[in-house]
């Protein structure tokens, strides 16, 4: 499966008309199709612009998701350049700004994370397709920040009694594999080679779904890694729905 990995650092009008969010997965033979996924430690909140123009109506800080649905946004394919503005309507900052080419009838990821003063970004193509059997298909994105070097994690699926990801660095993301669905699972992330759990079993980190048959899902380590607990910040594991 073909990764694009970007890791960007911060870069550096009038308000906008409200744009109307854009189309959610249309003609996917001739667009391209976005997801953003925020985990940028302390993010504002911020809007997705497209060579410009707004494609957000909502904005979504840490945590936030656009479109904010188990869809993606079409847009139109080739040499794009996609901007994570804050919403200050006077000036807004750019806080990211990446510059791709996003081929037609494929489906991306821009995961954004570290802190909001030195945000980084990954840019994923991804591999969205049917198992043959009833099978989700799950990936894992090492999201955490910290300031200092922290161990690898493996990630636990207590429905399979087993690592179904291991040895992840931070700033890393795997491929899908395929996973059972239809049956709750709970997920640990350990640190390598261990069983000491990193977050605690509970729903509020989102350690525990259902997956759904032929869905696909992100699941992600974000949060500050020192920080523990059930604070805003403090490191846990969420999931996203790609597909």
């Not at 809007?47 to 909502?58: F, M, P, Q, R, W």
């Not at 525990?208 to 910040?233: A, K, L, M, N, S």
């Amino acid at each position: 499966m073909p990764f694009i990995f970007f890791i960007a650092m911060i870069v550096a009008c009038k308000k906008d008309e409200f744009a109307r969010t854009v189309d959610e997965i249309k003609a996917l033979d001739t667009t391209s199709l976005i997801k953003v996924y925020n985990a940028t430690v302390s993010s504002p909140l911020t809007l997705v612009y497209i060579n410009d123009k707004k494609i957000s109506g909502t904005a979504f800080g840490y945590g936030g998701l656009f479109p904010a649905t188990t869809t993606y946004a079409a847009i139109t394919p080739g040499n794009v350049n996609i901007k994570i503005k804050d919403t200050n309507t006077v000036s807004p900052k750019v806080i990211l700004s990446i510059n791709t080419t996003l081929d037609k009838a494929k489906y991306y990821s821009v995961l954004l994370f570290d802190t909001a003063n030195k945000s980084k970004f990954m840019l994923v193509e991804d591999d969205i397709h049917r198992p043959a059997d009833s099978s989700a298909r799950i990936r894992f994105a090492n999201l955490v920040f910290s300031s200092v070097p922290v161990t690898n994690v493996d990630i636990y699926s207590q429905n399979l009694k087993k690592n179904v990801f291991t040895n992840i660095p931070r700033e890393y993301i795997t491929p899908f594999i395929d996973h059972p669905s239809k049956k709750t699972d709970t997920f640990y992330v350990r640190a390598t080679g261990t069983t000491t759990n990193l977050v605690t079993n509970n729903t509020t980190n989102a350690t525990i779904f259902t997956p759904g048959v032929h869905r696909h899902y992100t699941i992600i380590f974000r949060g500050r890694y020192q920080t523990t607990g059930t604070g805003t910040t403090a490191r846990g594991l969420t999931f996203m729905t790609n597909f």
